[in-house]
């Protein structure tokens, strides 16, 4: 009878393709010396950087090593997952927040309210010993290369959580972060890290020594009690095996996540009382490696809308290129990172180009066996969906949520409206207001059927902020009434609140829902933010000034505009500043934006260049100007 354990689930002396978790410690073998490096750089500074080249087991090592070392010593780590983009919270209700920011601090805090910037939950998990010493918080930001890689959408807000995180280092004494990034953005992060003078500990990762892997099959098979036969290891990590001449590793290294894949095959092939892992070492590898290189191509076809045959295709010519690699096809940048990701394929530090991740799978990629069928339900699609939304391919993840709604069976009703708000957030971020305020009034009523009243009130709140865009005031008053109602003690829900009765010329409401807001949670940036800016255009120079020095870097151009006109304000001249004309390189179709510049401009008695900023002030669309504000940007567009 062979075993026929889940990929997933049951624990065993092999993980497969997955990451190790904390409760796979047992079998976390041969990298007693870099846990115990990078539990002590770890404790011991304020930053620590941990990189290594795809599938060298980064992930692993920190999830069933220097986390569980940490904690065992009584740290308090901070919950971790994947960085990905919340469907759960409309984008609409607070459209200026970063949302990748919003992501990393729910995957920190589960339980938290939305809607927190990582300086707000830093200060809620702040406390001290009985000497009044910080107790350090330590957290963990995974797969960084995700926030540095160049294009798609949010590229900005990727950068700026990176920025973010690194002035949090400066205020908060007690964090202890831990970023984990490939070595081919590793240079990337290091200039960023040069700009902001950040020290840091730097761990690298490298391959198993082939003694190293022989050691760790042997000992993970041993603590399930399977008695094989001596030298099994040996025989495993021998066919994973590659010399590498002028180095020290004696016998070569071995691949540890081509060593798990070819292990848990092996292992659930396995009949039971064999004393042998395998009778023919090399085919069997072949198998398992082939087995594993189909199911990786096949999702990531399947995950980038791309045809198998067009990646299969780009994967020969990968592998005719040898050592100088290929670049991606057209159209096929995504579906190379992908594969990047599921550790089929690395990338050429110097040029960019793609190479075949290990010798050992030149066979299995050439292999003409057909593809596995991918899962093509609504849970599938979804997946997909959130991860390529949070990739920045938006048009991917519209057609994956659109496939999601069409699947067979249906959606369930909860995950339905989670289908339809990720819709209505690409509408919004593609500027098609009309349609993301049906689609998320659509998403309102399945989450009333359900009984989620909180979900109901964000829904109805991201409604009215797209309706309010769309021009259609009355209908935006009208669910800006309802979701008042629904929004409760929740400082996400009242922010964004106040944020819509600011635009819909309400500006006395909007600041007494801030007021309330900053009393009862003072250190709530977002909600100071948007106090202060709305100050600033108000006139009230002072008290915008007030709540915009406290705020932390990295600022947006809204913020920035906002400072400059509260300063030209009080100081009755208007003053221009390198800063500012970034913040309109930046934000060159924000209607705030450019009406602060235009009234700095007039302050600063240059009339005709204030004229022509108004006017485009007038005509912007990302995001357009509030309708209570255009009457003064047209006044300024006709003083030329």
């Not at 670049?327 to 995504?334: K, Q, V």
């Not at 960019?352 to 593809?371: E, I, K, Q």
Request: glycine residues 10%; contains cysteine.
């Amino acid at each position: 009878m062979k075993r026929t354990a889940g990929w997933d689930d049951r624990p065993g002396p092999f993980v497969g393709p997955r990451p190790f978790r904390a409760r796979d410690r047992p079998f976390f073998l041969g990298r007693g010396r870099e846990v115990a490096a990078l539990t002590a750089a770890w404790h011991g500074h304020r930053l620590t950087v941990l990189h290594g080249d795809t599938g060298v087991g980064k992930t692993s090592l920190v999830r069933a090593g220097a986390v569980p070392g940490v904690t065992d010593r009584g740290g308090d780590v901070l919950p971790y997952d994947d960085l990905c983009l919340d469907s759960g919270f409309p984008a609409a209700v607070l459209p200026d927040q970063n949302p990748y920011g919003r992501a990393l601090v729910s995957s920190w805090d589960p339980e938290g309210p939305p809607g927190r910037s990582v300086a707000d939950l830093l200060r809620t998990r702040s406390r001290t010993d009985r000497y009044g010493r910080r107790i350090p918080v330590y957290a963990v930001l995974d797969r960084v290369e995700l926030l540095l890689r160049p294009g798609g959408a949010g590229e900005h807000h990727r950068r700026d959580l990176l920025e973010e995180l690194l002035t949090c280092l400066d205020g908060h004494e007690e964090l202890r972060l831990l970023l984990v990034v490939r070595t081919d953005h590793w240079d990337e992060l290091r200039r960023l890290l040069d700009k902001y003078t950040v020290r840091f500990a730097e761990i690298p990762l490298h391959p198993l020594t082939a003694q190293a892997a022989a050691e760790a099959v042997d000992l993970a098979l041993d603590r399930v009690g399977h008695r094989l036969e001596p030298g099994q290891g040996r025989l495993l990590a021998e066919e994973l095996c590659l010399p590498v001449p002028g180095t020290p590793h004696r016998g070569g290294i071995v691949d540890p996540g081509l060593l798990q894949v070819v292990g848990r095959a092996l292992w659930e092939a396995l009949p039971a009382g064999a004393r042998t892992l395998t009778r023919d070492p090399t085919a069997d590898t072949d198998r398992a490696l082939r087995a594993h290189t189909a199911r990786a191509v096949a999702e990531t076809a399947a995950e980038c809308l791309v045809s198998p045959r067009a990646l299969r295709a780009w994967l020969a010519r990968v592998l005719e290129s040898g050592e100088q690699g290929a670049r991606a096809f057209r159209g096929g940048e995504e579906a190379a990172r992908a594969l990047q990701d599921r550790h089929l394929v690395g990338r050429h530090h110097a040029n960019g180009t793609y190479l075949v991740r290990h010798p050992r799978l030149t066979g299995p990629l050439t292999s003409p066996d057909p593809l596995p069928e991918v899962p093509r339900g609504a849970a599938s699609h979804f997946s997909f969906a959130c991860r390529t939304r949070t990739r920045g391919d938006l048009p991917v993840a519209r057609e994956h949520a659109r496939r999601a709604l069409a699947a067979q069976p249906p959606p369930r009703p909860r995950d339905r409206a989670r289908i339809i708000s990720l819709l209505g957030d690409l509408a919004f971020h593609e500027g098609d207001f009309p349609s993301a305020a049906r689609l998320y009034q659509d998403a309102a009523g399945l989450r009333a059927s359900l009984g989620e009243g909180v979900a109901v009130g964000h829904a109805l709140l991201a409604q009215a902020r797209c309706l309010l865009l769309a021009r259609d005031r009355p209908a935006a008053l009208n669910a800006l009434a309802v979701a008042a109602g629904r929004a409760g003690a929740d400082p996400g829900m009242q922010t964004g609140l106040g944020q819509a009765l600011w635009q819909a010329g309400q500006a006395e409401s909007a600041l007494d829902v801030l007021h309330r807001v900053l009393s009862r949670d003072g250190a709530n940036a977002e909600a100071r933010r948007t106090r202060g800016e709305i100050l600033a255009d108000q006139g009230e120079a002072v008290s915008a000034l007030r709540d915009l020095e406290r705020l932390e870097a990295p600022e947006s151009p809204s913020t920035r505009t906002a400072r400059a006109l509260a300063q030209a304000t009080l100081a009755g001249v208007g003053t221009w500043s390198e800063e500012l004309d970034e913040a309109l390189v930046e934000a060159a179709d924000s209607g705030p934006v450019l009406l602060r510049a235009a009234r700095v401009r007039r302050l600063r008695g240059d009339r005709d260049l204030a004229a022509r900023l108004a006017a485009r002030a007038v005509s912007a669309h990302h995001p357009p100007l509030p309708p209570h504000q255009v009457s003064t940007a047209a006044r300024l567009s006709e003083e030329a």
